[in-house]
């Protein structure tokens, strides 16, 4: 597994696509993704940000079903925009989005075989 991250608007997916070659119709829209099962084939989960705050405010935990997601497709690369570098929003779901992001980041980071940062579509290797 690989993980992109970087500031919403960065050029993130157009990043990725032209280092690995991957065609776009390999690519899940995480925003718009509810079941938590990644079809055979695909390779890029964009706007994986989009898709936790949906699983929080649904009720769900993103932490198990990502973890089901990556057991079935230990390849895929996963990029999400980073978020809570800001002001600390005053709605408490807001905030406990924000955490549940940033823990589960760190434990894709950890794991994952590569980590780049997103700036101006120029990648900085973390891992």
């Not at 079809?39 to 929080?56: K, L, M, P, T």
Request: proline share 2%; glycine share 10%.
């Amino acid at each position: 597994m690989e993980l992109y991250i970087g500031g919403c608007a960065q050029g993130k997916l157009n990043y990725v696509l032209k280092q690995t070659g991957i065609s776009e119709e390999r690519v899940v829209d995480a925003a718009t993704y509810s079941d938590g099962d990644v079809e055979d084939g695909a390779r890029i989960f964009n706007h994986f940000h989009r898709w936790v705050r949906s699983q929080v405010k649904a009720g769900k935990d993103p932490e198990d079903m990502i973890a089901r997601v990556l057991s079935r497709n230990p390849h895929l690369i996963i990029i999400s925009d980073e978020v809570g570098s800001g002001i600390v929003p005053m709605e408490a779901e807001e905030r406990e989005y924000r955490e549940k992001l940033g823990r589960i980041l760190c434990k894709l980071a950890e794991k994952a075989v590569k980590v780049e940062r997103i700036l101006c579509g120029i990648g900085q290797k973390l891992k």
